[in-house]
């Protein structure tokens, strides 16, 4: 996994969680929603890059 992957999945994952807790705090359930969705795929482009570097 390059830097800049890994720089790319984790700022991705930052703005999911921000947005996530800017919903629960604003009761909005679609920003909740996105930022859940936002996590799960910075979560799954890791998964697979661990991968890539496994068989390496």
Do not use: H, R, Y
Not at 23 to 33: F, H, R, S
């Amino acid at each position: 996994m390059g830097l800049d992957d890994k720089i790319k999945n984790a700022a991705q994952d930052i703005v999911g969680k921000a947005k996530e807790a800017i919903g629960n705090a604003t009761d909005n359930d679609k920003l909740v929603a996105e930022g859940k969705a936002d996590q799960v795929k910075a979560e799954a482009k890791k998964a697979t890059e661990d991968v890539k570097d496994t068989f390496k």
